[in-house]
């Protein structure tokens, strides 16, 4: 709208459509810098305690080892309600092979990291997602936790149960069970920890025990069996192929005993169906990493290896027995018992 000044109208000054462009740049710049900082920002491993009319308190303590050694430890916060003992929250990571668009725009943390808090009667009471800070779909994951206890988790062998998550629920429920495991063995010891689990039927691999006798076809056509592996060391890496991150992660081990061993028994087992195309594509990329690859889409022969998770990993010294049986992620230990094995055979 025109103005008048002396007498005359005069238009109005217009800003320059560079003006206006700066001016969105520098919001637009503001608004990422604030979205990563709170992405990139910590929740409170206490904030899972709810006072509930009590008094609480929550301190850090020494960490909590992982039994197998693998992962090597979970930090911990002693949880104190009303003077007494009341538990630990726990937390730790998992790998996120398949950030959103979103995660690596605003440079969110690569791992996802989690807390649970576990109570002094061995019930779960709160789980979190503690990283990257940003509104995800984990509470499907974390919320099927809440209300049970280490019993189930330690009892629990198939994929079905603790089923929900996505990408997460593998990897998950693999963690969350080793924390289990960790948490009755600090607090029964070990012995008592191998007859619940005897008790329960729960299969698992022990350490420095023979690998079970297993027999399969491979889809190149060649016979696999126990006692056929001796002589050798033997990985053998488990996988859902519909799973990204199962996927990634199996090829990922596989990439890396193509490079850095030679003249191992290297088994890759498919758990799905011949007919999908992930299976497909996992055969053909895990067959040119060298891989005899079993599929197993009712995880019949998974279950003769005492093992139905993924991504998972086995290792086998020359006389089949286990020397490592955990995640196939970097964060399980599988790359550094691979390394250790290496060191010791040269």
């Known amino acids: 709208m025109s103005q008048k000044k002396n007498g005359k109208y005069v238009a109005p000054r217009r800003r320059s459509p560079l003006v206006w462009g700066a001016v969105a740049l520098a919001v637009i710049i503001a608004l990422w810098i604030t979205g990563v900082v709170v992405v990139r920002g910590h929740g409170d491993p206490a904030g899972l305690v709810s006072s509930e009319g009590t008094s609480v308190a929550v301190e850090k303590v020494e960490d909590l080892p992982d039994r197998l050694g693998q992962l090597g430890s979970f930090p911990r916060w002693k949880v104190t309600r009303d003077g007494g003992f009341a538990g630990y929250v726990y937390t730790f990571p998992l790998g996120n092979s398949t950030p959103s668009v979103l995660d690596r725009l605003l440079l969110a943390p690569r791992d996802v990291e989690f807390a649970v808090y576990v109570d002094n009667l061995y019930a779960v009471q709160a789980m979190r997602q503690l990283t990257p800070r940003w509104p995800q779909s984990a509470t499907s994951f974390t919320e099927q936790y809440v209300g049970t206890n280490l019993y189930q988790l330690i009892g629990t062998d198939d994929d079905e149960t603790f089923g929900a998550g996505g990408e997460l629920a593998g990897p998950g429920r693999q963690l969350m069970r080793m924390l289990a495991g960790s948490i009755y063995v600090a607090d029964v010891g070990e012995d008592a920890f191998n007859r619940l689990v005897a008790e329960r039927g729960t299969p698992g691999l022990r350490l420095e025990k023979p690998f079970p006798t297993f027999r399969a076809t491979s889809t190149s056509g060649q016979a696999l069996e126990t006692a056929g592996l001796k002589g050798k060391y033997t990985a053998i890496v488990f996988s859902q192929p519909t799973c990204g991150s199962c996927y990634q992660a199996a090829m990922k ?14 088994i890759a087992v498919a758990f799905g169906e011949a007919e999908i195309d992930p299976v497909k594509r996992f055969v053909k990329e895990a067959a040119e990493q060298g891989a005899q690859v079993i599929i197993d ?6 279950k003769q290896m005492r093992q139905v998770e993924a991504p998972y990993a086995v290792l086998l010294d020359k006389e089949t027995n286990v020397v490592f049986s955990g995640g196939a992620l970097a964060q399980n230990g599988v790359y550094t018992v691979l390394e250790d094995i290496l060191k010791g055979s040269q």
Request: hydrophobic fraction near 35%.
């Open 253 to 266: 081990l596989l990439t890396t005993l193509k490079t850095r061993t030679s003249g191992w028994n290297v």
């Open 297 to 302: 889409p009712e995880r019949a022969i998974g």
